[in-house]
């Protein structure tokens, strides 16, 4: 099992305050298995983290992109912290590794579900945000969101997909493409859905996000990176390509 000085040693990031980290690093779960423990679950850190990451990631592509407009940078950076390449980049960087999970969640998959990768990563941007600051969370996503940026524009990754998806299906299958809701997870406060692109009763592709419209988009986007593979596989170079 990974430590968590084998974690920072990976992260190329050591907190000064440990007890944030495993704060980022407890599932819900852990925490009702283990009532008596004085630790909170990561849920604030993500929601500090993800508002952390956005700023982060605009600043990102401002600098990155100089003449690129407003709305195509609005597009990237909702490219970039869909949960997808976010639970991509957790699972590149070992976080579900250090999962503090419940038994019952981790005999589920719990440590590889995208959701709870997501979400850690969010916390650990918070927590490490609270710890170091600004710079510190520069130095851990800058590496990998600065070429994933690049490999997203090649491929054009950033449009609508939807979109894209209906104009290929109806011109090559005569269908069009249909979305299903097949799972909701999480807080009332904090969904994550789970949809399927369907085109001719057939599942092309499936994504999550934080509401049904980006979920169905991360679906589309699925299907399309099926479509021009040939098969299911990355929609981003993994970190470790890049």
Not at 21 to 33: C, D, F, K, P, V
Not at 50 to 76: C, H, K, S, W
Request: aromatic share 6%; charged share 25%; hydrophobic share 40%.
């Amino acid at each position: 099992m990974t430590t968590l000085k084998q974690f920072q040693d990976g992260l190329g990031s050591h907190f000064h305050d440990r007890a944030l980290l495993q704060r980022a690093l407890t599932h819900r779960s852990y925490i009702n298995e283990h009532p008596a423990d004085a630790i909170e679950d990561n849920e604030r850190l993500e929601f500090l983290g993800d508002a952390v990451l956005g700023f982060v990631t605009t600043v990102i592509l401002y600098n990155r992109y100089p003449e690129m407009p407003e709305g195509q940078m609005t597009r990237l950076r909702a490219a970039l912290v869909r949960t997808e390449t976010l639970s991509r980049l957790a699972s590149y960087l070992g976080v579900g590794d250090v999962l503090r999970l419940g038994k019952g969640e981790e005999e589920h998959g719990g440590r590889t579900r995208r959701a709870n990768l997501c979400d850690a990563l969010e916390a650990i941007i918070g927590a490490l945000y609270l710890d170091q600051g600004i710079a510190a969370v520069r130095k851990l996503i800058d590496p990998h969101f600065l070429p994933a940026a690049d490999a997203i524009l090649a491929r054009e990754l950033d449009r609508d997909a939807k979109s894209k998806l209906q104009e290929w299906s109806q011109a090559t299958l005569g269908h069009t493409p249909r979305y299903s809701t097949i799972r909701a997870e999480g807080p009332d406060h904090n969904k994550l859905f789970t949809v399927q692109a369907i085109i001719n009763d057939e599942v092309f592709g499936e994504g999550t996000g934080r509401n049904k419209q980006a979920a169905a988009q991360a679906a589309a986007q699925a299907a399309l990176q099926r479509i021009d593979a040939g098969a299911y596989g990355p929609l981003i170079a993994d970190p470790q390509e890049q």
